[in-house]
């Protein structure tokens, strides 16, 4: 099984340009999520979905849009990228809201904003 | 606002050395709790987790944790580190059972051979 698969896991964005990162889970999975990483802080939720064709707000959802248009996938845009969004992304799944299910996580997706 | 504090950043320990990361979270009712670990160049994959019961939870690759309510930790450990255990190591807490997790900023262990 390939779990969580996130592409592209680097990239280099001019300030201003946007880009789509891709997020896929073959566990078919209800729940998915995209965090940020960023140094010395822990994971931050950005939006989460409960299910196919829906989307909601995380922690820190400014500057980002997301679609979830097939179960398998899960879409974060960034629409205009500011340095600010310089992090590492990570995508993850999980089955359901109780969290006696494992959430699972992709290998991460490191932008560079400059 | 909830949080989760690890107090070490950054651990250095030699091999066969005992380890003990610590996880504090605020928030007074029920939580659940895990750890989770990121090997070099891996995913973050879950090390152990409690939701209720025996406060001492046992994980995988020898690790184990204790919930001490009246302290609100969580803390790690490991009797005898391995130079394979060299990870980022994070704490998470879930409160009233809703979808997100809290995340403590994680401490990066480093073992000497």
């Known amino acids: 099984n390939a779990g969580v698969t996130q592409t592209p896991k680097f990239r280099v964005l001019k300030t201003g340009q946007s880009m789509t990162l891709l997020c896929a889970q073959d566990m078919n999975h209800e729940y998915m999520y995209w965090y940020r990483q960023d140094p010395g802080m822990g994971l931050r939720l950005i939006h989460y979905?409960?299910?196919?064709?829906?989307?909601a707000k995380g922690e820190v959802p400014d500057g980002y849009n997301v679609s979830r248009l097939k179960k398998q996938n899960f879409l974060l845009g960034l629409e205009s990228a500011a340095p600010s969004q310089t992090s590492v992304y990570f995508c993850?799944?999980?089955?359901?809201?109780?969290?006696?299910?494992?959430?699972?996580f992709g290998e991460g997706s490191w932008l560079t904003v400059v | 606002a909830q949080s989760v504090s690890q107090h070490n950043h950054h651990v250095i320990l030699s091999e066969a050395a005992s380890l003990e990361l610590g996880c504090n979270y605020s928030y007074g009712g029920t939580v659940n709790l895990f750890w989770y670990v990121q090997y070099p160049g891996q995913h973050l994959q879950l090390l152990l987790k409690y939701f209720s019961g025996d406060p001492l939870v046992k994980g995988i690759k020898g690790f184990e944790a204790e919930f001490i309510k009246s302290k609100f930790s969580f803390n790690l450990r490991k009797p005898s580190v391995q130079w394979s255990d060299t990870a980022e190591y994070f704490c998470?807490?879930?409160?009233?059972?809703?979808?997100?997790?809290?995340w403590g900023a994680g401490t990066k262990l480093i073992i000497k051979p």
């Open positions: 979905s409960v299910g196919e064709g829906t989307t």
């Open positions: 998470a807490v879930n409160a009233n059972s809703n979808y997100q997790l809290i």
């Open positions: 993850a799944s999980s089955r359901g809201l109780d969290l006696g299910n494992t959430i699972y």
